[in-house]
C-alpha cells in the first residue's frame, strides 16, 4: 500500500539528515566538525520537518512505531495497519542510515572514535544507569507523543487523526524543543526505528574499527519511547472524556 510506502520514504529522509548532521558533526575531516548540541538538536528538527511534509499528506507521517502505537492506543488509527506501518519506519530508517554511511565513507574511514562512529548511528547515555536512562526517554517521549495529539487533532477529535503537510514545522519546532531541554542525559532517540534499526546497520556495515554496537543499551530507547507513547494516548484520551 502507499501508506507504507511513504513511511518509508519519510522515516529515510528523517534518518538521512538526522544521523546525517550527527556525522557532520561528529566524525573526522568534516567541514561540521564539533558542530556542538545546538546544531545537532536543530538538524534533528529539520530532518523531522522534511520527513513530516514529505510524507504526511499519505500516510499520516507517523516516522516513530511511538506515534503509531500511541494513536492506535487511542483509539485513532487502525490497529490493523500498525505491523506495517512499525516494518516500514525500522525499514526507512535502516536505508537512510545506509545513505549517511555512503555520503560520509571517505570520513568514516578516517576516524578512530568508535563512540564518535556509533553516535552517528544510535544512542548511548551520557552517564550509564538503566533505570534513569528508561525514566527519561520515557518522560521524553511522553511529552512528545502527548504534544503531536494535540497538533495533529486536539482532544475533540472523534475520528482517526494523522499529520497534514502544515504541522510539520510545529512537530519540527516540538523535536528542537525536546532535543534542546530533554536531550541531554540520553541524545533523545524518542522513536525505536531511529535508534534500533541504526544500531543494526552499524552492526552490518564494513565500518573499520568501529568496536561494538552498545546492545546492552537497546531495549530502552525501544520499550521506553513505546511506554511514553501508550501512556500519552491514555492521558491524552482521559483529559478528552
Excluded: C
Excluded at 39 to 58: E, N, R, Y
Excluded at 164 to 179: E, F, W
Amino acid at each position: 500500500m502507499i501508506v507504507y510506502l511513504f513511511e518509508f520514504i519519510g522515516t529515510a529522509l528523517l534518518l538521512l539528515l538526522g544521523n546525517g548532521i550527527v556525522a557532520n558533526a561528529s566524525l573526522a575531516n568534516t567541514y561540521g566538525k564539533d558542530a556542538g548540541w545546538v546544531g545537532v538538536t536543530i538538524g534533528w528538527s529539520m530532518a523531522v520537518f522534511v520527513g513530516v511534509f514529505v510524507a504526511a499528506d499519505t500516510s499520516g507521517a507517523h516516522l516513530n512505531p511511538a506515534v503509531t502505537l500511541g494513536f492506535a492506543t487511542a483509539g485513532k488509527f487502525a490497529w490493523s495497519l500498525v505491523p506495517g506501518y512499525i516494518i516500514a519506519q525500522f525499514l526507512g530508517a535502516m536505508a537512510g542510515t545506509t545513505l549517511v554511511w555512503l555520503s560520509y565513507k571517505k570520513q568514516y574511514d578516517s576516524t578512530t572514535d568508535q563512540g564518535a562512529i556509533l553516535s552517528s548511528f544510535a544512542n548511548t547515555p551520557a552517564i550509564k544507569n538503566p533505570f534513569w536512562n528508561f525514566v527519561t526517554e520515557f518522560i521524553a517521549t511522553f511529552a512528545f507523543v502527548l504534544a503531536i495529539f494535540y497538533i495533529a487533532g486536539g482532544s475533540t477529535s472523534n475520528g482517526p487523526i494523522s499529520l497534514g503537510s502544515l504541522d510539520a514545522l510545529p512537530v519540527a519546532l516540538l523535536v528542537l524543543a525536546i532535543g534542546i531541554s530533554l536531550g541531554g542525559p540520553t541524545g533523545y532517540a524518542i522513536n525505536p526505528a531511529r535508534d534500533l534499526g541504526p544500531r543494526i546497520m552499524h552492526a552490518i556495515l564494513p565500518i573499520n574499527g568501529k568496536g561494538d554496537s552498545a546492545w546492552w543499551y537497546a531495549w530502552i530507547p525501544v520499550f521506553g519511547p513505546i511506554a511514553g507513547g501508550v501512556l500519552a494516548a491514555f492521558v491524552y484520551n482521559w483529559i478528552g472524556i
